[in-house]
Protein backbone atom coordinates (compact mmCIF):
# COMPACT_ATOMS: atom_id res chain seq x y z
CA UNK A 1 0.00 0.00 0.00
CA UNK A 2 1.42 3.58 -0.92
CA UNK A 3 2.26 5.61 1.86
CA UNK A 4 0.07 8.89 2.19
CA UNK A 5 3.34 10.89 3.11
CA UNK A 6 5.17 9.47 -0.18
CA UNK A 7 6.05 12.44 -2.59
CA UNK A 8 7.19 11.46 -6.24
CA UNK A 9 10.70 11.62 -6.75
CA UNK A 10 13.83 9.65 -7.46
CA UNK A 11 15.20 6.22 -6.83
CA UNK A 12 19.19 6.37 -7.02
CA UNK A 13 21.30 3.38 -6.46
CA UNK A 14 25.00 3.53 -6.67
CA UNK A 15 27.16 0.11 -6.97
CA UNK A 16 30.56 -1.37 -6.46
CA UNK A 17 30.84 -4.25 -8.51
CA UNK A 18 34.42 -6.41 -9.52
CA UNK A 19 35.80 -6.09 -12.64
CA UNK A 20 38.93 -7.51 -12.57
CA UNK A 21 37.99 -10.81 -14.39
CA UNK A 22 36.27 -11.35 -17.94
CA UNK A 23 32.98 -12.97 -16.07
CA UNK A 24 32.70 -10.03 -13.33
CA UNK A 25 32.97 -7.59 -16.06
CA UNK A 26 30.49 -9.05 -18.37
CA UNK A 27 28.20 -9.43 -14.52
CA UNK A 28 29.05 -5.10 -14.38
CA UNK A 29 28.03 -4.86 -18.14
CA UNK A 30 24.80 -6.91 -17.82
CA UNK A 31 23.35 -5.33 -15.17
CA UNK A 32 24.58 -1.46 -15.67
CA UNK A 33 22.13 -2.74 -19.27
CA UNK A 34 19.60 -4.09 -16.79
CA UNK A 35 19.21 -0.27 -15.01
CA UNK A 36 18.98 1.18 -18.38
CA UNK A 37 15.95 -1.23 -19.44
CA UNK A 38 14.29 -0.88 -16.31
CA UNK A 39 13.98 2.83 -16.87
CA UNK A 40 17.38 3.80 -14.82
CA UNK A 41 19.39 7.18 -15.92
CA UNK A 42 22.88 7.11 -15.93
CA UNK A 43 23.98 9.99 -13.44
CA UNK A 44 27.63 8.85 -13.10
CA UNK A 45 29.68 6.34 -13.48
CA UNK A 46 27.89 3.62 -11.47
CA UNK A 47 25.01 5.78 -10.09
CA UNK A 48 21.61 5.28 -11.38
CA UNK A 49 18.68 7.31 -10.98
CA UNK A 50 14.63 6.32 -12.34
CA UNK A 51 11.60 8.84 -11.07
CA UNK A 52 9.34 7.49 -9.12
CA UNK A 53 5.41 7.76 -8.49
CA UNK A 54 4.45 5.58 -6.42
CA UNK A 55 5.97 3.99 -2.90
CA UNK A 56 4.87 0.79 -4.09
CA UNK A 57 6.45 1.53 -7.56
CA UNK A 58 9.53 2.33 -5.36
CA UNK A 59 9.67 -1.55 -3.61
CA UNK A 60 9.27 -3.09 -6.99
CA UNK A 61 12.05 -1.53 -8.25
CA UNK A 62 14.06 -1.79 -5.29
CA UNK A 63 13.28 -5.75 -5.57
CA UNK A 64 13.89 -6.32 -9.15
CA UNK A 65 17.08 -4.75 -8.50
CA UNK A 66 18.01 -6.94 -5.59
CA UNK A 67 17.57 -9.98 -8.13
CA UNK A 68 20.12 -8.51 -10.96
CA UNK A 69 22.86 -7.40 -8.30
CA UNK A 70 25.67 -9.85 -9.54
CA UNK A 71 28.18 -11.97 -6.83
CA UNK A 72 30.52 -9.98 -5.00
CA UNK A 73 28.39 -6.94 -5.55
CA UNK A 74 27.30 -4.13 -3.51
CA UNK A 75 24.48 -1.46 -4.56
CA UNK A 76 23.20 1.11 -2.28
CA UNK A 77 19.79 2.99 -3.19
CA UNK A 78 18.15 5.74 -1.77
CA UNK A 79 15.21 8.31 -2.25
CA UNK A 80 15.18 11.35 -2.88
CA UNK A 81 12.12 13.92 -3.52
CA UNK A 82 11.96 15.42 -6.53
CA UNK A 83 12.07 19.25 -4.62
CA UNK A 84 15.62 17.68 -3.62
CA UNK A 85 16.42 16.21 -6.85
CA UNK A 86 15.84 20.29 -8.06
CA UNK A 87 17.87 21.60 -5.93
CA UNK A 88 20.97 19.55 -6.64
CA UNK A 89 23.31 20.75 -9.12
CA UNK A 90 25.81 19.46 -12.04
CA UNK A 91 29.42 20.60 -11.70
CA UNK A 92 31.38 20.29 -14.73
CA UNK A 93 35.69 20.65 -14.53
CA UNK A 94 37.67 23.72 -14.27
CA UNK A 95 36.55 26.66 -14.20
CA UNK A 96 33.44 25.04 -12.55
CA UNK A 97 30.39 25.17 -14.87
CA UNK A 98 26.97 24.41 -12.41
CA UNK A 99 23.87 22.83 -14.50
CA UNK A 100 20.68 22.00 -12.88
CA UNK A 101 20.03 18.18 -12.11
CA UNK A 102 18.73 15.92 -14.63
CA UNK A 103 14.51 17.07 -15.25
CA UNK A 104 11.46 14.47 -15.26
CA UNK A 105 11.23 12.56 -18.30
CA UNK A 106 8.20 14.05 -20.13
CA UNK A 107 5.61 10.82 -19.64
CA UNK A 108 6.45 11.35 -15.86
CA UNK A 109 5.67 15.04 -15.87
CA UNK A 110 1.71 13.94 -16.01
CA UNK A 111 1.66 12.07 -12.39
Not at 5 to 33: C, H, I, N, S
Request: no cysteine.
Amino acid sequence: MDSPQFKMGWLVVAFDLPVTEKEARKAYTDFRKYLLRDGFQMIQFSVYARPMVTHSRMQTHIRRVEKEIPPNGSVRAWYVTQAQWQRSLVIYGKPAEKQPAEGLPEQTIFW
